[in-house]
């Protein structure tokens, strides 16, 4: 993580910075600062000029100035309307630019005031974190060492003590983000079940959250046989990790937000080939979200209360394996068919989302899963899919998506799914053939929430990056975190109308 310092403009001009990013607007170059950068280096308007570079989205320039002040210029072109996203998509090539140049204080200037001042300086600095995340805990020597210095201090250029803080809570959420993508990064067999409820824990201890964990011998208890279901097939017992954070007093109903954690998805007895089974240690990352979203809410204090359930099972075809065919008893009390071992997330969930229902009587449910390969078919990598069985919560999520610049789009949940889940033997058959996967694995999951406000994220497309998905400059290869921000986003706005 970077310490973060705010300077003036013509300070930083000063300074002996080893690159400074300059966000510029398109066709603004007769403006500040632009202006005042071009008086003072005359090279750097010639350089614009020969190399076309008006300030279009996506449009950079790297200029060596002579003398005093930063050695490095890199402009950026941000178009004509600047948003968050542009901010953010500044700020992470910035940081990138930062790293690669082997630059240790790098300074930013940007359009802040173009949205909501304060909250510029969070997403930049957010983003420049997210950009430099790196993946490290296995490399025996440790990238950077030894070779170019590193990014050790960002210089927001043109911020107040407001944006100070501003860019301290960005850093924060970062961390946040940071430890969901460890977890979702993490070796299969070293955060499998058992360690990822270490992991849990230890974050509990450090901040303070109420933690429960029920073991194999209180879920069979509690007919929790969807989690027991998927697990049987592993010599790792599965588990339900939860966390508690009270922020806005018992009294007051909790949020609950459910993540999917299945550690390591060989597919089961109905086995995936290995090309298909090679990242399916990423399917835990709906847990690991989770995991990073308490985090962040107690980190910020949020006055708000929050309740994250982590089913987490390994899905393995062990001689106890559970088999096609089987009727599993859930904690609601409806029978499931398992027409497939390899549909196990909605298995798991659907036991955690009752549980939640049953136990904490929440306002509202959301969950996030990499649910199902037939969202990815339908959205690409390009954004999640939402289901919900309230129109006013979605409205609310896609929202928060809108302004966390994670892509999100409201899918339907049609009778018609429900129907090609029925079963011969059971109530429900957890597979309802080969159209429409997305739909009826989200039809499945809403059969155990009840009445409650309830969403469904199936995020099988976005929890990391894929081979040929699009690139985003603060999504570094491997886990993403991807809605961790829009959740928290929601909860925030939650807590400032609430209070
Ligand atoms: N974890 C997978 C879904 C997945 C696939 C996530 C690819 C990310 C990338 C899930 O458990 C699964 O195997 N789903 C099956 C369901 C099918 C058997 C009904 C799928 O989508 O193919
Ligand atoms: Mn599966
Ligand atoms: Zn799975």
Not at 12 to 22: H, I
Not at 90 to 107: P, V
Not at 146 to 169: I, N, S, T, W, Y
Not at 373 to 384: D, E, K, M, P
Request: glycine fraction near 12%; charge should be negative.
């Amino acid at each position: 993580m970077l310490r973060i310092r705010v300077s003036g403009f013509r300070e930083a001009l000063e300074e002996e910075l080893d690159l400074l990013g300059v966000a510029v607007v398109e066709e603004k170059l007769g403006e500040e600062p632009f202006k005042s950068l071009a008086e003072r280096y005359p090279a750097l308007s010639r350089a614009a000029e020969a190399e076309g570079f008006k300030g279009s989205d996506g449009q950079s320039l790297l200029f060596y100035p002579d003398g005093r002040g930063p050695r490095r210029i890199l402009l950026l072109g941000v178009g004509g309307e600047v948003d968050l996203e542009k901010i953010r998509v500044a700020a992470a090539n910035t940081a990138l630019k930062a790293r690669e140049t082997g630059s240790r204080r790098f300074g930013l200037l940007a359009p802040w005031d173009a949205v909501e001042k304060p909250r510029c300086f969070e997403e930049a600095s957010l983003a420049a974190h997210m950009a430099l995340y790196e993946y490290t805990k296995y490399k025996s020597e440790k990238s950077g060492e030894g070779e170019k210095p590193r990014p050790e201090e960002l210089v927001m250029v043109g911020g107040d003590d407001e944006a100070l803080k501003a860019a301290e809570r960005g850093r924060l959420i970062a961390e946040a983000v940071a430890l969901a993508r460890d977890v979702g990064n993490a070796p299969p067999s070293d955060m499998n079940p058992e360690g990822f409820e270490r992991e849990a824990r230890r974050l509990a201890e450090e901040k303070g959250l109420v933690v429960k964990v029920l073991y194999k011998e209180d879920l069979e208890k509690l007919s929790m046989n969807g989690i027991l279901g998927v697990g049987r097939g592993s010599g790792v017992p599965p588990r339900l990790v939860v966390l508690e954070y009270w922020g806005a007093g018992r009294d007051k109903p909790p949020i609950a937000v459910v993540g999917k954690g299945v550690t390591f998805d060989s597919g089961g007895l109905g086995i995936k080939r290995h090309e298909s089974m090679m990242e399916m240690k990423y399917d835990k990352c709906g847990a690991a979200t989770v995991l990073g979203l308490m985090k962040a809410v107690a980190d910020l204090r949020l006055p708000v209360n929050i309740v994250g359930l982590m089913p987490l099972a390994e899905n393995m075809p062990g001689e106890n394996a559970y088999k096609f065919g089987d009727v599993l008893r859930m904690y609601n009390g409806m029978t499931v068919e398992i027409g497939h071992t390899d549909a196990e997330g909605r298995l798991l969930l659907a036991d955690a989302l009752a549980y939640a229902v049953d136990k904490y009587k929440p306002s509202e449910i959301i969950d996030l899963a990499t649910l199902t390969g037939s969202i990815v078919i339908a959205l690409g990598n390009h954004g999640a899919g939402l289901y919900a069985n309230n129109e006013e919560l979605a409205e609310k999520l896609l929202k928060a998506a809108e302004k966390t610049g994670e892509k999100l789009w409201r899918m339907p949940l049609w009778k018609e799914y429900y129907e090609q889940l029925k079963s011969q033997v059971a109530d429900i058959n957890n597979v309802g053939g080969r159209w429409g996967g997305a739909g009826t694995a989200a039809a499945f999951l809403s059969k155990f929430v009840g009445e409650t406000p309830w969403t469904h994220l199936d995020i099988a497309g976005t929890a990391w990056v894929q081979k040929d998905g699009p690139k985003k400059p603060y999504y570094p290869k491997g886990a993403t975190g991807y809605a961790l921000r829009l959740i928290l986003e929601h909860l925030r706005s939650q807590a400032s109308t609430h209070h």
